[in-house]
């Protein structure tokens, strides 16, 4: 299968502080990554999709200057968390994807925990 | 908006039944169907995709695609606790876009 790694995998800062994680392809190179967040019992929520070398599109509702996407490479895309605040903690995961036959097909990180006080 | 809508569950079912678990889809047009099964504070996993009408099966799952019915299930067979899980079916926002549209997912309990 194809493998995603997220780090860290949890991480608890003080309010007002950035955060960045970071979301690799370990063995394949992804067409796109996705950034989702995801509270307690609730369904995933997709906030961005990005391609290596173009700007994230960002979903509706979602503050582009706060959740700043970085596509650095097909293999890498990381998520900074700006001035961070407690209604930010959020189970934060990425996915990535790698075109098998006809269609695309969406692998996912571990996810990282983040918990602003 | 194309939507993808799955029971909430939770869904019961004893050890070693069979779990069957539904999803419908709005867009006729659309070609991939994907399952992916989350445990509690943990990410979504692929189990299966599906492109064309009928069974595929994996293993104890079976994908089931209805093209004229819009529907896709998935179904487990011998089911044990460790499937215990939420079960998400998603398929692509627009055809040949990668963004995927996802269930809420439906709950599943196996009971020992």
């Known amino acids: 299968g194809a493998v995603v790694s997220q780090h860290p995998s949890r991480v608890i800062c003080k309010s007002g502080t950035s955060v960045k994680i970071e979301c690799r392809s370990l063995?394949?190179?992804?067409?796109?990554m996705f950034w989702y967040r995801q509270f307690p019992k609730k369904s995933l929520m997709l906030m961005a999709t990005s391609n290596e070398g173009s700007k994230a599109t960002y979903e509706q509702g979602v503050e582009k200057d706060k959740f700043l996407i970085n596509h650095a490479s097909l293999t890498l895309s990381t998520l900074t968390v700006t001035s961070a605040h407690p209604e930010d903690s959020s189970f934060y995961i990425c996915?990535?994807?790698?075109?098998?036959?006809?269609?695309?097909?969406?692998?996912f990180g571990p996810g990282t925990r983040l918990t602003v006080l | 908006q194309k939507e993808v809508e799955q029971n909430s569950g939770p869904l019961s079912v004893p050890e070693g039944a069979i779990a069957s678990l539904n999803c419908t889809y709005s867009?006729?047009?659309?070609?991939?169907f994907f399952w992916y099964r989350q445990y509690s504070g943990k990410s979504p996993e692929l189990i299966m995709s599906?492109?064309?009408?009928g069974d595929k099966e994996d293993g104890r799952f079976t994908a089931q695609l209805n093209k004229a019915s819009q529907y896709v299930s998935l179904l487990i067979r011998d089911s044990q606790p460790s499937d215990s899980a939420t079960y998400l079916c998603?398929?692509?926002?627009?055809?040949?876009?990668?963004?995927?549209?996802f269930g809420k997912g439906t709950m599943l309990l196996v009971s020992p």
């Open positions: 599906i492109y064309s009408n």
């Open positions: 996915s990535a994807s790698i075109q098998r036959t006809s269609t695309d097909t969406q692998y």
């Open positions: 063995d394949f190179q992804a067409t796109t």
């Open positions: 867009d006729r047009g659309s070609q991939s």
């Open positions: 998603a398929a692509p926002r627009r055809s040949g876009y990668s963004t995927l549209t």
